[in-house]
């Protein structure tokens, strides 16, 4: 597959999204709040400074809407230098507003920056570890122009944050790309096997378009002598419109009535006079428009060529859903059971179109009694909103959606996991070494600490095994998560929660959001607002704060448990709006790659059934079609019949017969029967199975031989172990053998010996194989 | 008995108008061929006059039963030639019959060319190879099968291809008469195997009598 799958795509541009909006948000707030809070002199200079980074938000914002037209290195330099300028004004602003607000701002915005320039840039990893650069650089400058002396902690922090957010990045994509691979896997066969129907399908129409059309003329010709051929030389040309015209994938719709209006009541003495009574309008789909009208074309011919009549009644009517067409006779009938199965007018050209568009046809008959046709197509779309599926079409697209959905989660989890952890042992412990002796007692610090990491341990278990927390376990490590929450909240002096010496007040969240990653929103939520509470509550107990302190714990509480809030959220969009949206998308493009598939195999079949049909059948309809073959002409007729007999030899190839080979040797023989020769056949040895291609050449001599033999016929089938003989003698074969040679053998496989003595002529053709696989 | 002194023979089928023309083709043969004794069943075999019969000609499929291979057996052993003549045209059958000792197996499409001859031969105890029969040992996998040359088979398969023995001599370069001689000897080699039977070795010694094998072949 080129280029990312849709679940990769549409991860990058939910997580562009988010970060621009969560940048943009947190910009507008903090730097709101830093202007407000700072000295009346210093605004302007404030303000020059924060609104053209307010500004950069907004056109980053705006490209959101309108994607630049998108690989112009130019543009992309330009964003690069907007956001960049995010982070640089916001540094210099520090100096300008002063205080520890302005530093908490400063830090608060710069390091959103940095974990949103990942996500942002997630597809140009350098552009944002360049900028994450920048941001750290340019927090350390406003640092420095404050006045306070280097330090490497907050840079240290930075890089951590920055790499962090990369990270996570990477564990989903890493997951959406097993989705788009398997799904790819999965689409693949399901392509497959559509393309192969289509082209089956495609086959059954050609070779019944053959069987009404060329087969039929060709047939007739062969058989006919001094009778009144003036309606040929059309007909002929029509077969081969017929034959040249590329098979349809259309999917318009048209009226059925007035298709039925023009079918051929035939010609000349095989005229058949129609009675109709048709409802119009009938719009359907043109497919199966089509197969009603070419079968309502043939059955109408076998009317006049069976059932020895000239009248039948053609009716066409709409019934609830189904549109109903009937075709009834008053003829001799006959037995449907009793119709040999290699006659194809009937099971090909009738019943097996109609299968092909998903419709169905029926024939009632009794001998004495007349025939009825029956043609009903169901109409499924009309009863069904525009854009709905079928049922395994919205199958296969609901598995879809739901393997993204658990992969986008999984990557999700062990992200949080990562974060989580990470944290917990490099910030918390730092802090937990650090401020041991502020803690009332230390010990149950110590322990909630070892708490949270034995919840770490048991979801890392579960998830790097690729599996699901079971609900029990979920429901106990939350309890445990809570109660370190509240060892928190009351084993450290009021005053300091939420502050340096608080380690646990921003680490909770993380452990809750994989521990509710698969829950609704609100779940986590809920435990974001329980376990700021209980910090409240714990300050609000001790007396009521200083406006500096309720600021202080404020800005810690957003940042910390909104930022996790908003990852959430971001979770949320993810598995609920990109994960169908990427099962549509990938439906669709499969949909789009299924299309163009079946429309180059069917063109590429076509051109070569037509060509096949180039050296034998296309010049005698040509011939034909322009008067320069005259069916008075005895030659002419026999290569007709030859023709035909070969037709009827592929037609018998798709039969479901055990004796392949044997089947397409009766068809051949069926066809001189009909034209008064005596055949014999014979058969001796335990037949085996024999590609097609061999089959074609084995007995297209007996097609061609039998098509020149006048009198008697003996045709025999001779299997040894390691080969087979198809052999003909005609009595009479010699004689009519001048113009046509036989088809030049192109198999070299098959012998082809041949043997003339007087009029009779004796053909063979054998095949060895040593490893002849036997049919039972 | 002589090469060409009259032939009796009994004829064994149900059907009348099969009798009618069986009967027919006998009288037109230059050398003598009287039918004895007619009938729909194997009983007219073992009763006067067909009891003294030459050649019995049995249809295998009498009434509604199987195949009478049993009634084919007993003939056998009783020293009786018999060619078999039934509607059946397939490879098991005629192998069948060859192995329990029939003087030949025809197929009723053949007996027009092929019964006269067969039924003479038959009474001179000499070979006879119609071509449905060629066609059953050209392709006959058994694996008590004599064992045959590549000419041999060949000459099995045309022949039951072409029923004409001129163009199998024509095809394969041969005379008419090599190609009589090969179909000869391969219907020797299924004598010499399988059950015994006293038919079998009357067969095999005329043949060695008339030159047609050589004993150290056998």
Redesign the interface.
């Given at each position: 597959m080129d280029g990312p799958g849709s679940s990769e795509r549409l991860l990058n541009r939910t997580l562009e999204r988010y970060g621009v909006w969560l940048r943009s948000t947190v910009v507008a707030l903090c730097s709101a709040l830093g202007v407000v809070s700072a000295d009346r002199a210093d605004m302007p200079l404030a303000t020059a400074l924060l609104a053209p980074a307010l500004l950069a938000c907004g056109v980053r914002l705006y490209t959101l809407r309108r994607p630049l037209p998108s690989a112009a290195l130019g543009m992309v330099s330009l964003l690069w230098l907007a956001d960049g300028s995010v982070v640089v004004l916001t540094g210099l602003s520090q100096p300008v507003l002063g205080g520890d607000v302005a530093e908490m701002m400063v830090e608060a915005i710069i390091g959103i920056c940095i974990i949103t320039f990942q996500h942002e840039w997630a597809t140009r990893p350098w552009a944002g570890a360049a900028l994450g650069v920048l941001g750290a650089a340019a927090c350390e400058l406003g640092d420095i122009l404050s006045g306070h002396s280097p330090d490497a902690m907050p840079l240290l922090r930075l890089a951590v944050l920055g790499a962090l957010s990369r990270a996570a990045y990477l564990i989903v994509r890493a997951r959406a790309r097993a989705a788009d691979r398997s799904a790819a896997l999965s689409a693949a066969a399901r392509r497959e096997a559509e393309v192969a129907a289509a082209r089956r399908a495609a086959e059954r129409e050609y070779l019944a378009t053959l069987h009404d059309t060329a087969s039929a003329t060709l047939l007739m010709v062969s058989q006919g002598d001094g009778r009144d051929w003036s309606w040929l030389p059309a007909r002929a040309r029509q077969d081969l419109e017929a034959l040249s015209a590329v098979p349809a994938f259309g999917t318009g719709s048209v009226d059925l009535a007035a298709l039925l209006a023009c079918v051929p009541a035939g010609e000349g003495p095989a005229r058949v006079r129609l009675t109709t009574t048709i409802d119009s309008p009938l719009v359907i789909p043109s497919g199966p428009a089509l197969a009603i009208f070419n079968g309502v074309r043939e059955a109408v011919s076998n009317v006049s060529r069976h059932a020895g009549v000239r009248e039948a009644e053609l009716r066409a009517w709409r019934a609830d859903d189904d549109v109903v067409v009937e075709l009834t006779d008053a003829g001799r009938g006959f037995d449907p059971e009793s119709v040999p199965p290699r006659r194809r007018g009937i099971k090909g050209s009738i019943i097996g179109r109609m299968q092909a568009v998903g419709g169905s046809a029926a024939i009632t008959s009794l001998p004495g009694n007349g025939t009825r046709v029956q043609w009903r197509w169901h109409a499924p779309a009309q009863q069904l909103p525009a854009g709905t599926l079928q049922p395994p079409r919205a199958r296969a697209r609901t598995a879809l959606v739901q393997l993204i959905r658990k992969q986008l989660l999984h990557g999700a989890q062990l992200a949080a996991l990562l974060i989580s952890l990470f944290s917990q042992f490099t910030l918390s412990l730092h802090r937990l070494v650090s401020y041991q002796d502020v803690y009332r007692p230390a010990w149950a610090q110590t322990a909630a600490f070892g708490c949270l990491a034995a919840v770490a341990g048991i979801g890392a278990f579960y998830l790097l095994r690729g599996k699901q927390i079971p609900p029990p376990v979920r429901w106990c490590s939350l309890g445990a998560v809570l109660a370190v929450s509240v060892i928190g909240a009351f084993t450290l002096p009021p005053d300091r929660l939420a502050g340096a010496a608080d380690w646990s007040f921003g680490l909770v969240g993380w452990y809750a959001l994989f521990l509710l990653a698969d829950l609704r929103l609100r779940w986590f939520a809920a435990f974001l607002g329980v376990h700021v509470g209980i910090t409240v509550i714990v300050v609000l107990l001790a007396g009521a704060p200083t406006t500096a302190e309720a600021i202080g714990l404020g800005i810690r509480a957003i940042s910390d448990c909104g930022f996790q809030l908003s990852v959430g959220f971001l979770l949320t969009r993810l598995l609920h709006g990109t994960a169908p949206a990427a099962g549509i998308a990938a439906e669709q493009e499969e949909e789009l790659r299924t299309r163009e598939r079946i429309q180059e195999d069917m063109q590429r079949d076509h051109k070569d059934r037509y060509r096949a049909l180039t050296a034998t059948t296309v010049p005698l309809l040509v011939g034909l079609g322009h008067g320069v073959l005259s069916p008075h002409d005895e030659e002419v007729r026999l290569r007709c019949g030859v023709e035909a007999a070969r037709m009827r030899r592929l037609f018998a190839e798709s039969d479901a017969v055990s004796d392949a080979l044997l089947n397409e040797v009766r068809a051949c023989i069926e066809v001189a029967e009909h034209q008064g020769v005596t055949v014999?056949l014979?058969v001796?040895?335990?037949p085996a199975e024999v590609p097609v291609s061999v089959r074609r050449e084995l007995v297209d001599p007996v097609a061609v031989t039998l098509g020149r033999t006048r009198s008697t016929a003996?045709v025999?089938v001779?299997?040894?172990?390691g080969a087979v003989?198809v052999?003909v003698?005609s009595e009479d074969g010699a004689t009519r053998q001048t113009a046509e040679a036989d088809k030049q053998a192109t198999d070299v496989q098959v012998t082809v010996?041949r043997?003339t003595?007087g009029a009779?002529v004796?053909v063979?053709a054998s095949w060895r194989q040593p490893a002849l696989a036997r049919v039972a | 008995m002589s090469d060409s002194g009259p032939v009796s023979v009994v004829v064994i089928d149900d059907h009348p108008a099969i009798l009618a023309g069986i009967e027919a083709w006998y009288a037109a043969s230059p050398r003598p061929i009287t039918v004895v004794a007619a009938g729909d069943s194997v009983r007219e075999a073992w009763t006067e006059p067909g009891s003294t019969a030459d050649v019995v000609v049995l249809d295998l499929q009498l009434g509604q039963g199987g195949p009478a291979f049993g009634s084919l057996r007993r003939l056998v052993d009783a020293g009786r030639q018999v060619v078999v003549y039934s509607m059946r045209?397939d490879?098991k059958t005629a192998l069948n019959c060859l192995d329990l000792g029939a003087a030949t197996f025809l197929t009723k499409?053949e007996g027009r060319q092929h019964l006269v001859e067969a039924t003479l031969a038959a009474a001179d105890d000499r070979p006879y190879m119609p071509p449905?029969l060629a066609?059953?040992l050209?392709?006959n996998?058994r694996p008590d099968r004599p064992q045959l040359s590549v000419r041999e088979?060949n000459v099995l398969?045309?022949w039951?291809?072409?029923?004409?023995k001129?163009?199998v001599a024509?095809?394969l370069g041969l005379s008419v008469r090599t190609v009589n001689s090969y179909l000869d000897r391969v219907r020797i080699k299924y004598a010499n195997v399988g059950r015994p039977a006293r038919t079998k070795a009357s067969l095999v010694a005329r043949a060695v009598q008339d030159g047609l094998v050589d004993v150290d072949d056998l």
């Open positions: 014999s014979a001796r040895g335990r003996r025999t001779v299997w040894t172990p003989r052999s003698v010996v043997t003595r009779s004796w063979e | 045209d490879d499409s449905a066609g059953a050209g392709t996998a088979e398969i045309e039951f291809q072409s029923e004409s001129e163009l024509q095809r």
